[in-house]
């Protein structure tokens, strides 16, 4: 076991050159690029491609170790500075690559990397190790973002198939209300008609509705104009529910289109979203704890990620499929949130989660589906609800 001297941490101009590109685009942000362009007065076009071209000066300044290697040094050291805290305890080789091996599969992939790669006794093994990990993990990322973009387009569609029908039937409906509105004129023109000349309808009646106006006209004239009022209340009801349906799904869309604009990386959004663009709208939980009560298992681990992306955690109970809901008390003790899907959970879980959040005084959002639109919505619907974590909380775990 070789025993690690203690050394300073390499600076940027120090490490493999190979290994630049995966630093600069993993360990810091788009924003922190722009916004350090903007210091250095570095000029760039403003096109699709600005970005991509911001990326390749900085990569290429980091081997050259003049003021802007430098500033990027002091930016990644203060953006990462938890992660090197951490990572310098580490006194062998192998506890080096066991403490990475664990940070890798936790939320902060990018101050866990530069931490690795700056570490003073880094040896190029694990170096390499590493840097294929984060090469693969990019790659995953993308295969996952692209589903999700399939997704977005299904909803798209589905979007459009609900509003035809809703057109549909707010013209077949009105078609209806015309046609009852020309009975009740034509049935009140019979009415005054019969009363003025004093004349009892005894031709055979073209309907029913005109054989018991011979009887009691007043009485059947009201029902007639009740029944046809009900059936425009049911109409009316029917065109709200189909509005309500379409307009939750548009939220929906819009805000898994918000997600996926902020997750994938911007030569991908222009390919596939065809000029969209994310601005300034992004999530940020600011270091809550999501508790997800039910779902499908299969969506949990994406979510998990989503979470971590957007600076929060993510905890899941199953909601009593094979978890006790007995464990559910202490689950909602930890997070400062709990959702769960309304069409994947069963009954008593979900009473059991909102009395417990009662109790506790915290937020809970029922979300429509267990779909991963839904869970974007309902963040992005009561997000401003939650609670910041309890720092005491935090110090505790």
Not at 30 to 46: C, G, I, M, Q, S
Not at 250 to 271: F, G, H, I, M, Y
């Amino acid at each position: 076991m070789l025993r690690i001297r203690s050394a300073k941490r390499k600076k940027l101009w120090d490490i493999n050159s190979g290994w630049h590109c995966s630093i600069i685009g993993t360990c810091l942000t788009t924003e922190d690029l722009r916004a350090l362009a903007r210091k250095l007065h570095v000029e760039t076009p403003e096109d699709s491609g600005a970005d991509f071209r911001l990326h390749g000066h900085f990569v290429q300044a980091c081997g050259q170790g003049g003021t802007t290697a430098k500033l990027l040094q002091k930016l990644l050291d203060r953006r990462h500075s938890a992660a090197i805290r951490r990572f310098g305890k580490a006194e062998t080789t192998d506890e080096l690559e066991t403490l990475w091996n664990v940070e890798r599969k936790g939320r902060d992939i990018p101050g866990a990397f530069w931490a690795l790669m700056s570490h003073p006794q880094l040896e190029t093994g694990l170096g390499t190790r590493a840097y294929g990990h984060i090469h693969m993990l990019s790659h995953l990322i993308g295969a996952s973002n692209r589903a999700d973009l399939d997704t977005l387009r299904s909803l798209e569609a589905e979007i459009d198939t609900l509003t035809s029908r809703l057109d549909n039937e707010t013209a077949r409906h009105a078609r209806r209300m015309e046609e009852k509105d020309r009975e009740i004129a034509d049935l009140q023109k019979q009415l005054i008609a019969a009363r003025a000349a004093k004349l009892d309808f005894t031709a055979p009646p073209p309907s029913k509705e005109a054989a018991n106006l011979n009887a009691d006209p007043d009485a059947d004239e009201a029902r007639q104009i009740q029944e046809i009022t009900r059936a425009r209340d049911d109409a009316q009801r029917t065109n709200e529910v189909l509005q309500e349906t379409v307009h939750s799904l548009r939220e929906e869309v819009q805000a898994l289109e918000t997600a996926l604009l902020n997750t994938v990386p911007s030569d991908e959004t222009d390919q596939d979203q065809g000029g969209f663009t994310a601005g300034d709208c992004r999530f940020d939980l600011h270091g809550r704890c999501i508790l997800y009560v039910g779902g499908r298992l299969a969506n949990v681990h994406r979510l998990r990620e989503l979470v971590a992306q957007w600076n929060g955690e993510l905890l899941h109970h199953d909601g009593g499929m094979e978890q006790s809901l007995d464990e559910l008390p202490s689950c909602v003790f930890r997070a400062d949130a709990v959702v769960f899907p309304t069409d994947c959970i069963s009954h008593s879980a979900a009473l059991k989660a909102k009395r417990l959040c009662r109790q506790s005084m915290k937020p809970y959002v029922p979300l429509r589906g267990s779909g991963v639109s839904s869970f974007v919505a309902g963040l992005q619907g009561k997000i401003d609800a939650f609670c910041p974590r309890d720092p005491g909380l935090m110090a505790a775990e």
